[in-house]
């Protein structure tokens, strides 16, 4: 884990049950360092941020005690004001010039202070210099630093005594919401790690809508369930952070790999399709047939009977699955009963690709078709025709319908009229692959090519040339995509540039073909046909680590497909020569939640 966990516990004073803790550090880390760390909750002391770089663990505890010590310059704040308050002493020479009782007030402090007693000589210069006028002091003070300018230890004291003066606690002295506005600007360490400064800046620096912001920022959503941190952490919007910190460690560093969930079922057939949503596993296999698996279980909840032949495709929402077969039919399934409410009827071939968004599915099917469905209803809405070979992959987002095919087109439609208004020709082979963002289509070939292309235009706007084969699979986060190709590699561009900024390859990459690609938090997961599930750096393209290895890796293990949810990766593993058993594999690398 990095330095960005900064300060995320806190309250040593609730600390949960040791046991619990206990358990779950032990589970987490491997070192006696790391855990005598994380255990000394308590011990933890107020820090300067400028003494050294703390530890991961030293940097994810802060108190929840408001009761702090100031941090150096508000105590030399203070000691000024002590010395400058104190009693007078009033010592009577005639060798005095008069001055001011005030002035006289300042030497005596400074006389009676716990360093050494000044001589009476620099009492006297002192007294001298106080009586004089501001320039005639101005003049003075540019003497003695003109004076001392030989010497740099001299100058180097007067630089050390006279900088505290001019140090202000802006955040303290700020109105609350512009110093608020002002931490907002700040990664989420530096916030934590400004909450050990002093009792006012842990107050501020752990306000409830600061925390919602960053987390707001870096897209982490507020934690609902019990977590290992309620007991330490008491702002939501932080304690979800320090999960998501904690997400990020796992994937990473977490050792051993969390214990495999293996569900078979399907026999030896493929597992042609994948959907997971954090609670669920729906699996479709060309074995016919679609099953649903409950993840606290471990058990199939529902087996999905009903089509005459293997099933290629699926889409789901939280009460229904929709399923497209190779025989020529759509089917939408309670996933709560199993029951199927419909049948959508219409295509004359297989069914090859679904797209979902609310009510409405988009298929495409080797009949060359694009047909739009609502499946609350069963009711078909729109046929759109326009392709003259088979539709391999669909993308729709509440206004456009975009189709790719094996005529070597992609199109784009407006389907409540039923209306092609870009054909987008550029490829010299099959599309076999789609993303789209609303505002960028990006089409994967067996050109060898990639091509991102503007909507509204319906202009190529980059060609995206390296892969060296078939893109099977594609993901698109903002500006960066990422790509998996049969040629072994997986690149990570940038659509707006047209540049490749990083290729996964090395003695680590893959040794066949990258079935699959997904972007989860800030790592490439990539599956591939030589059985193994890895792990990558998405902003710099090293290779963390293996997830998954089958134990018929290189030899006919393969993992088809892959879903992550932040917290977890689930795969569809099998072979084509029956070394391995068909089956899903899940990866729960959440170890912050607390199981009723």
């Not at 032990?26 to 790391?34: C, G, K, R, S």
């Not at 210099?129 to 540019?142: G, I, K, P, V």
């Not at 702002?235 to 997400?247: E, G, I």
């Not at 599915?361 to 047909?371: F, K, L, P």
Request: charged letters at 20%.
């Amino acid at each position: 884990m990095t330095s960005e966990s900064v300060g995320i516990l806190s309250s040593p004073d609730r600390s949960s049950s040791p046991s619990l803790t206990e358990q779950i550090v032990h589970e987490l880390y491997t070192t006696n360092q790391i855990f005598n760390e994380y255990t000394g909750v308590t011990s933890q002391q107020i820090r300067s941020p400028g003494k050294r770089q703390l530890t991961i663990e030293e940097s994810l505890v802060t108190t929840n005690d408001p009761k702090r010590v100031c941090n150096s310059n508000n105590f030399r704040e203070q000691l000024d004001l002590e010395l400058i308050s104190s009693p007078a002493i009033t010592i009577p020479s005639p060798l005095l010039p008069s001055f001011s009782s005030s002035s006289s007030n300042i030497i005596d402090s400074l006389s009676s202070s716990p360093c050494t007693p000044l001589p009476e000589d620099v009492r006297n210069w002192l007294s001298i210099f106080l009586a004089m006028s501001n320039d005639d002091r101005s003049r003075a003070t540019e003497a003695l630093i003109r004076t001392c300018s030989t010497n740099t230890l001299q100058l180097n004291h007067i630089k050390n005594q006279i900088e505290p003066y001019f140090q202000r606690d802006f955040i303290r002295d700020l109105p609350r919401e512009l110093a608020l506005h002002v931490l907002k600007y700040l990664p989420a360490n530096d916030v934590a790690r400004a909450s050990r400064t002093c009792r006012s800046w842990y107050t501020t620096c752990n306000d409830i809508l600061l925390w919602k912001r960053i987390c707001h920022r870096k897209k982490v959503p507020l934690k609902q369930l019990p977590t290992i941190f309620d007991d330490t952490i008491d702002n939501q919007w932080k304690r979800s952070y320090a999960c998501h910190k904690h997400l990020e460690y796992i994937w990473q560093h977490g050792q051993p790999l969390p214990e495999p969930l293996v569900l078979r079922g399907h026999e030896d057939f493929v597992i042609t399709c994948l959907q997971f949503d954090g609670k669920r596993i729906v699996s479709g296999s060309d074995d016919n047939s679609l099953k649903i698996w409950s993840i606290a279980t471990g058990k199939c909840e529902q087996t999905l009977i009903g089509h005459n032949g293997g099933v290629w495709c699926s889409e789901m929402t939280d009460d229904l699955i929709v399923s497209g077969s190779t025989d020529r039919t759509i089917r939408v399934w309670n996933i709560n009963t199993g029951v199927c409410q419909h049948i959508l009827y219409g295509h004359t071939s297989t069914v090859r690709c679904l797209a979902l968004h609310g009510d409405i599915v988009v298929s495409g099917s080797r009949d060359a078709t694009v047909r739009v469905w609502n499946i609350r209803t069963g009711e078909r809405l729109h046929m759109l025709s326009g392709h003259t070979a088979a539709v391999r992959c669909v993308c729709y987002n509440g206004k456009y319908v975009v189709s790719g095919a094996y005529d070597h087109t992609i199109r784009v439609w407006l389907p409540d009229q039923e209306r092609c208004v870009h054909t987008l020709e550029g490829h010299t082979n099959r599309v076999y692959s789609l993303v789209f963002d609303g505002k960028h289509i990006v089409s994967g070939s067996l050109d060898c090519m990639i091509r991102v292309w503007d909507v509204e235009q319906g202009t190529c706007i980059h060609q995206l040339t390296g892969h060296l084969s078939l893109t099977s699979g594609m993901q698109l986060r903002g500006n960066i995509l990422v790509s998996g190709n049969a040629d072994s590699t997986v690149k990570i561009w940038n659509i707006e540039s047209g540049k490749c900024l990083h290729t996964l390859t090395g003695r680590n990459k893959h040794a066949s073909a990258v079935t699959w690609v997904q972007v989860v938090m800030n790592y490439v997961v990539s599956s591939g046909d030589d059985g193994t599930v890895k792990l990558w750096d998405l902003n710099t393209g090293d290779f963390i680590r293996n997830l998954v290895a089958l134990e018929s890796a290189g030899n006919g293990g393969v993992v088809w497909r892959i879903k992550c949810t932040d917290s977890a990766l689930v795969c569809a593993a099998g072979s084509r020569n029956s070394t391995e058993d068909t089956k899903v594999i899940m990866l729960d690398f959440d170890r912050t939640t607390i199981c009723s």
